[in-house]
């Protein structure tokens, strides 16, 4: 059986390394902090899962003792709180930097998130030795110790931008129908520029 370790901040990362080698018959030990209580902490002292502060009982949490819910900040109570010692449970969000009457999970179960999660982006992957090529294996010889290499993804914004054109109209449209659509901020955000091919029977919120 092939053993490896993980030490990585990345809890993403880490989780989906972790996935892959024990696929691959590797034993895994992901390192992070110390005294948790449940999974994917890379802070210490933590009952919840994915903090990356300190003594959180709750869940995703950058800070330390929030008791909530994906909160940045410290003594948080409520959710997705940015700051300290906030109880509010759901807050509205800016969108294209202008209020909204959305929360997150308006955003989260949006059909325009489903779509945008669709988008091409710059990422890494983790390709197991089996599935390398000659020429990465050259260049990469650490494959031979860890048994994979990251390959760094770039996506272009012409990329971007040809994943757009080909979407269908129904899709843009759930994008445009986002609170205060901003045709000049989706360009600077995503490198799309939503008027570059014509656009029939469609409406935007500007």
Request: with cysteine; charged share 30%; hydrophobic share 30%.
């Amino acid at each position: 059986m092939k053993q490896v370790k993980i030490r990585i901040k990345g809890i993403d990362m880490a989780e989906k390394m972790a996935t892959i080698l024990a696929s691959n018959g590797y034993i895994v030990t992901i390192k992070g902090g110390n005294y948790n209580i449940g999974n994917s902490n890379t802070g210490n002292g933590n009952i919840g899962r994915r903090n990356a502060g300190d003594k959180n009982a709750g869940n995703c949490n950058s800070g330390d003792r929030n008791s909530g819910n994906f909160n940045t900040g410290d003594w948080n109570s409520g959710h997705r709180n940015c700051g300290i010692f906030n109880t509010r449970v759901e807050r509205t969000i800016d969108i294209f930097d202008l209020p909204s009457d959305w929360t997150m999970d308006d955003w989260y179960n949006s059909r325009a998130k489903k779509v945008m999660d669709s988008c091409p982006y710059s990422h890494n992957e983790i390709i197991m030795d089996e599935l390398m090529l000659q020429k990465e294996k050259k260049e990469h010889p650490e494959y031979k110790t860890v048994g994979f290499f990251i390959k760094c993804i770039e996506v272009t914004n012409e990329e971007r931008q040809k994943w757009w054109d080909e979407l269908p109209d129904r899709k843009k449209q759930y994008v445009y129908d986002l609170p205060n659509f901003n045709a000049e901020k989706f360009l600077e955000c995503t490198g799309i520029d939503v008027n570059k091919v014509a656009v029939r029977n469609l409406k935007m919120n500007v």
